[in-house]
């Protein structure tokens, strides 16, 4: 290959695309900000038939932007816009999965899981029949672990190292906590981890982060005076921040969802830099102490299209009580699921 030649264009599929994460998501793809800036994609956006005007809408503002990396053969704008789960899920080879049953008032969890587990068989044989082979899934809406863990399940020819789910946003949020705190710049803060659940349940773990500054890094726990803030304040906040935004919004995280999810996909794809990781939910595989079988929070560094799992970290009393606990959630949300489907098969 000559080092000039571009990138052939590779097939990015957003699910819920007319949605407010969607929205905010497909525009950040088609300017590269998701797989990298001479990369070009062709968007496959898939929503629901009710929702096929808006999506529609959302198309024809992507022509309108006259993004450059937009392309395909088919249709000049490089846009597939469907509500057909085939011709969506057809020779994809990122899938961004943000359509889901959404939590409504008073709808209980076990409700909850079951409606996006009915969803998620679904989508795990469309992925299994039409994505490329080498498929790389993120997995955006709630309950996002065990909708990542139905996947892997129901499409048992996709290999689990290929399924993930979006705990960045967490990470960035704690990342944005301690800049805050400290008053420091956000991009001089690293190595936080999110240990768990992408819920309130999950474990923000600020003990090996750094600040970097003119000598160097610094560890955030020595810059912090308030000992107590980074195991009460910080974790409580970042634990409840998604609801703390739809307190004030009305509706659920939008923007920050959809740069986590480019963040994810970005540092999978071309590798985190050195010396930094981030915070992925991947399938357990027993580090740390983590049961198998689920999908867990982890810190990860990702180098050739791979991630894997930072071993030694220190994990002390109070931070394996807090990891225990998030895997416990994960474990009944598993068992919801299985009830579930064990139910639908008599
Ligand atoms: C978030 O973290 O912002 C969302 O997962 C919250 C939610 O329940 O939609």
Not at 5 to 26: D, F, H, N, R
Not at 37 to 66: F, I, T
Not at 71 to 87: H, K
Request: aromatic share 6%; with cysteine.
């Amino acid at each position: 290959l000559l080092r000039d030649e571009p990138k052939q264009p590779v097939k990015v599929l957003v699910t819920g695309a007319a949605g407010q994460i969607g929205y905010a998501i497909v525009a950040m793809i088609a300017r590269g900000q998701m797989l990298g800036p001479d990369q070009p994609v062709v968007l496959h956006m898939l929503d629901l038939p009710r929702m096929a005007d808006a999506l529609n809408g959302v198309r024809m503002e992507l022509v309108d932007a006259a993004l450059p990396l937009l392309r395909g053969r088919v249709l000049a704008a490089g846009v597939v816009a469907t509500s057909d789960e085939a011709e969506a899920f057809k020779g994809v080879n990122f899938a961004v999965l943000i359509g889901g049953w959404p939590r409504k008032e008073g709808m209980e969890r076990k409700d909850l899981i079951a409606k996006n587990v009915a969803i998620y068989r679904g989508q795990a044989s469309a992925l299994q029949q039409h994505a490329a082979p080498n498929c790389k899934v993120l997995v955006v809406a709630n309950p996002a672990n065990t909708n990542a863990l139905v996947l892997k399940e129901f499409a048992p020819a996709i290999p689990a190292k290929n399924i993930t789910c979006l705990t960045r946003l967490d990470h960035n949020r704690a990342l944005g906590q301690i800049s805050e705190k400290l008053g420091v710049h956000v991009g001089d803060v690293k190595n936080a981890v999110v240990w768990g659940n992408h819920s309130s349940t999950q474990f923000p773990d600020a003990s090996h982060a750094t600040v970097r500054n003119e000598q160097g890094e610094k560890p955030v726990r020595e810059l912090v005076s308030d000992k107590t803030w980074l195991r009460e304040e910080f974790v409580s906040v970042v634990q409840q921040r998604g609801a703390a935004v739809i307190k004030a919004r009305k509706q659920s995280s939008s923007l920050s969802a959809a740069s986590s999810a480019c963040d994810h996909m970005r540092d999978w794809v071309l590798g985190t830099p050195k010396g930094t990781w981030v915070s992925m939910g991947v399938y357990s595989d027993g580090s740390y102490g983590v049961p198998k079988g689920i999908f867990y929070s982890f810190p990860v560094t990702c180098d050739k299209g791979e991630w894997s799992i930072v071993q030694g970290l220190q994990v002390d009393d109070f931070a394996r009580s807090k990891m225990e606990l998030s895997a416990k959630e994960l474990e009944e949300e598993k068992a919801i699921a299985d009830e579930f489907v064990s139910i639908e098969r008599d």
